[in-house]
């Protein structure tokens, strides 16, 4: 069987049935040995989801019929990579620090972090500007007390690079 390699996010939001097929089907099983095998990246684990995802014919719940770029006119921007997780990376604007390259996020980012629609934030670090975590996870229950998001939010997503 023909496979197109492809580099992705280790940061998914992912159906129940593609996280069991990804762990248990043979195909699945078959791309992480020849991946581990190979090792086509230094990183291989940024392949396994991406190849599962974008190679329908491996059979994997809800696997994208194309791959959508930035420069394609058709894709909305919630296609596209960065629309689950609120990650800075080598930001010229970072209020705080940069470790390999990603802004470690803090009680500055707040604003940004409460009112952003992504699913994800990530640097945190334990112990430095730990009130911004803190009060995030405040919004965050307070949000989820006062009632569900809009439900447009995430209407139109599907079969993105970080999301099936």
């Not at 992480?32 to 719940?61: C, H, I, M, W």
């Not at 770029?69 to 010229?92: H, Q």
Request: aromatic residues 12%; hydrophobic residues 35%.
């Amino acid at each position: 069987m023909q496979v197109k390699w492809m580099k992705n996010s280790v940061h998914i939001v992912a159906r129940r049935e593609f996280i069991e097929y990804m762990l248990n089907d043979r195909r699945a099983i078959e791309v992480s040995e020849a991946l581990r095998k190979f090792a086509y990246t230094t990183v291989p684990d940024e392949q396994f989801y991406g190849t599962l995802a974008y190679n329908p014919q491996l059979g994997a719940p809800g696997a994208c019929l194309k791959t959508y770029e930035y420069r394609d006119v058709n894709v909305t921007g919630a296609r596209l990579p960065g629309m689950i997780r609120y990650k800075l990376w080598y930001s010229p604007t970072c209020p705080t620090k940069l470790v390999h390259g990603i802004c470690i996020l803090g009680s500055q980012h707040l604003p940004d972090l409460i009112s952003s629609d992504k699913l994800v934030a990530n640097k945190f670090h334990e112990g430095y500007y730990a009130e911004g975590y803190d009060c995030l996870e405040y919004a965050i229950a307070a949000r989820t007390y006062i009632g569900p998001a809009p439900p447009s939010l995430f209407a139109n997503l599907y079969c993105s690079s970080e999301l099936i």
